[in-house]
């Protein structure tokens, strides 16, 4: 079996104490690295398989033809490598990112799909040929049209010749731009696009059966607010309101549509744990699906091949699956076993099920990605993902909870530094996510070990409105970026101080997005807490904030909405008590920041206009401009600037070595 695209040979890692070692670590820039494979994909008839990454520098897709000889590469050239997806066995889908600059003061990033086939040549741009749907930032595949020939159903737009060519009769309307969202065929093989569906003004998403046919409709009124959820079943033209709900969180009880079944699977409310329940289309039979789970969000696992779940995860610590599938299941407890120690995930497989691409990754070691030939049983290396940190000691990650001052159980990871014990109490980073709705998981953290190997004990906390744990844990975040999420973090300083591992007087605060709002909170409203404080792409002005939301994407919006309701509708006041710019003058600690002159997530004049206010102030402050970059730093090169303008700041202002 000839599958190679680079070494495929285990990681080393080599676990610490509470101490660091002198050794020289690995450099910045094996850490700011784009890993070498970001995504694997494997063709429906098992035959080839796609890889998505590359070198730091250049960003490729490889074909590697399993027994075959010949490994052809696509380089792809300045983008940003999003995701892989098989259309067929002759063609795979690249989606990329890019950013578009159409004025000197507005542009976005772009997400297109490009059509690569077997000779690792570049076909087409999906949904190119259709003029209107360029107007689409995303332009998402929902899913597959089995064929033949096999095409690509997406999410593009159409033009209504506006009022005249609507039978919408309600006179109250808001952003009539005359274009709405419809659902398109695409032959990767010519970019072809067939028109399927057209949606309406409240129309949002669709899912497709295997023959590509439309069998669930989302749709938001952007009026009342009402989320609708329409089904049909097969066989059935005209759509059925199944759910319909105020609510516009609503939607997250929605886990999909399975062809195989004709069913779509909801989330359910099982006294007080999630339960997930199969609810057929045809009939309305219902079923229960699984365990019920408590303290954590569940999703379900696909089978793409025959559209179907085969597995219900969830997890705190660490996300772990219930295989509803005995097949999968025991494939699953093969590689397990062959991997005894480490986390094994099962990403996907060929429709005959003999062959599966599995990434495999240690505790806080990066991952590394096989090829299983479940009828040979064998295993072969496709690549890792940070191949420069082969055999480098990296620090050793452990799942902590600790109580809130009000009583509340918080989550956290806390990292410590490789190396030998010596009794010193450590540096602490303390390094919030972003978000503030999502979470961190025990996967491989760039970010974290480029810290831990320079020295510092890193905590993770998952504070009280992070996702994953719960829609009681994540509404007990509302309101309260500057009050209780702050305070779960320096309640955390304070319980792993308690155990001697750390020195609460030497703390710093970095962080990313939200985080970088927390970092800026924190050194402004508890200023005696922090040594210094990095923010990149940090929030600073909540004003800012939501003027910048109202301007992209308008006043009844449903991103403005989910802003404010995070907000938990915050008057005026209470917003401007809440920025930490206007806050300077309480801070006596260093300050970092960096942003990205692109970004489209949170505006750079936050940390312009933080840069000013405490250069006004007279405060110490350094800003990094990442030129060219948006919100996420999606290349090598200023991935590795951050680390080495970070390590250099906590070099001077948190020495592990005082």
Not at 117 to 139: C, E, F, P, Y
Not at 201 to 221: F, I, K, L, M
Not at 371 to 381: C, G, Y
Request: proline letters at 5%; aromatic letters at 8%; glycine letters at 10%.
């Amino acid at each position: 079996m000839k599958v190679a695209v680079m070494s495929g040979a285990a990681i080393a890692v080599a676990l610490g104490g509470v101490a660091w070692a002198q050794t020289a670590p690995p450099p910045a820039s094996a850490f700011g690295r784009m890993p070498g494979v970001y995504d694997a994909a494997i063709s429906p008839n098992g035959k080839t398989v796609a890889i998505l990454g590359g070198s730091p520098e250049v960003r490729s897709l490889s074909l590697a033809t399993i027994d075959q000889p010949g490994l052809p590469t696509l380089n792809l050239g300045d983008v940003q490598a999003v995701s892989l997806r098989w259309v067929g066995d002759d063609h795979v889908l690249a989606r990329i990112g890019f950013w578009k600059q159409w004025t000197p003061k507005i542009g976005y990033r772009y997400e297109r799909n490009i059509s690569v086939n077997l000779q690792g040549q570049a076909v087409v741009r999906m949904l190119d040929k259709d003029v209107t749907s360029q107007l689409l930032i995303s332009q998402p595949v929902v899913g597959l049209a089995s064929g033949p020939p096999a095409k690509a159903v997406m999410i593009g737009v159409q033009d209504n010749l506006g009022a005249a060519g609507s039978m919408d009769t309600r006179m109250k309307r808001k952003g009539e731009s005359g274009f709405q969202l419809a659902l398109f065929a695409v032959d990767p093989a010519n970019g072809k696009a067939t028109l399927l569906e057209k949606g309406g003004y409240d129309t949002y998403s669709w899912e497709v059966d295997q023959s590509g046919e439309a069998r669930v409709r989302h749709e938001s009124d952007e009026i009342s607010h009402k989320y609708t959820l329409y089904a049909r079943a097969k066989g059935v033209k005209p759509w059925t309101a199944l759910y319909a709900n105020q609510d516009e969180e609503w939607p997250r009880h929605y886990a999909g549509y399975a062809s195989a079944t004709d069913s779509i699977y909801m989330v359910e409310d099982d006294g007080g744990a999630s339960q997930v329940v199969r609810h057929a289309l045809a009939g309305g039979a219902t079923e229960k699906v699984g365990a019920p789970v408590r303290g954590s969000d569940v999703a379900l696992v696909w089978d793409r091949n025959r559209d179907q779940p085969v597995g219900v995860m969830s997890g705190a610590e660490t996300f772990r699956v219930e295989w509803l599938d005995p097949e999968i299941r025991g494939v699953h407890a093969m590689l397990a076993k062959a991997f005894k120690g480490k986390t094994v995930t099962v990403s996907e497989w060929s429709a005959d099920r003999t062959r599966f691409l599995v990434r495999v990754n240690g505790q806080g070691a990066p991952g590394a990605w096989y090829l299983f030939d479940r009828a040979r049983k064998e295993l072969s290396p496709i690549g890792e993902e940070y191949p420069e940190l082969k055999d480098a000691a990296l620090g050793t990650t452990r799942w902590i909870t600790y109580k809130a001052r009000d009583g509340l159980e918080i989550p956290a990871y806390l990292t410590l530094p490789p190396g030998a014990l010596d009794g010193r109490k450590l540096p602490l980073i303390v390094m919030p996510h972003g978000g503030p709705v999502a979470r961190d998981d025990d996967d491989f953290d760039w970010l974290t070990q480029f810290l831990a190997t320079r020295g510092y004990a890193v905590l993770r906390p998952q504070f009280r409105g992070s996702a994953g744990f719960g829609k009681a844990f994540e509404d007990a975040g509302r309101g309260e970026w500057a009050g209780k999420m702050q305070t779960d973090l320096l309640d955390g300083i304070a319980a792993v101080a308690a155990s001697n591992t750390i020195d609460p007087a030497r703390v710093c605060i970095f962080g990313w997005s939200f985080g970088g709002y927390a970092a800026l909170a924190g050194v402004s409203m508890h200023p005696e807490a922090y040594k210094c404080a990095a923010s990149m792409a940090g929030v600073s002005d909540l004003g800012l904030l939501i003027t910048e939301q109202l301007r992209v994407s308008g006043d009844d919006s449903w991103g403005l909405r989910s802003l404010r309701r995070m907000l938990d509708d915050a008057s005026s006041e209470k917003i401007l008590q809440t920025s930490p710019v206007q806050h300077v003058a309480d801070i006596r600690a260093p300050v970092l920041l960096m942003h990205g002159d692109q970004d489209g997530s949170v505006d750079y004049e936050q940390s312009q206009r933080m840069a000013s206010a405490l250069k006004a102030a007279g405060k110490p402050a350094e800003f990094v401009t990442f030129k060219n970059e948006d919100h996420f730093l999606l290349r090598s090169a200023p991935r590795t600037q951050l680390l080495e303008t970070l390590g250099a700041f906590l070099a001077k202002n948190l020495p592990v070595n005082p």
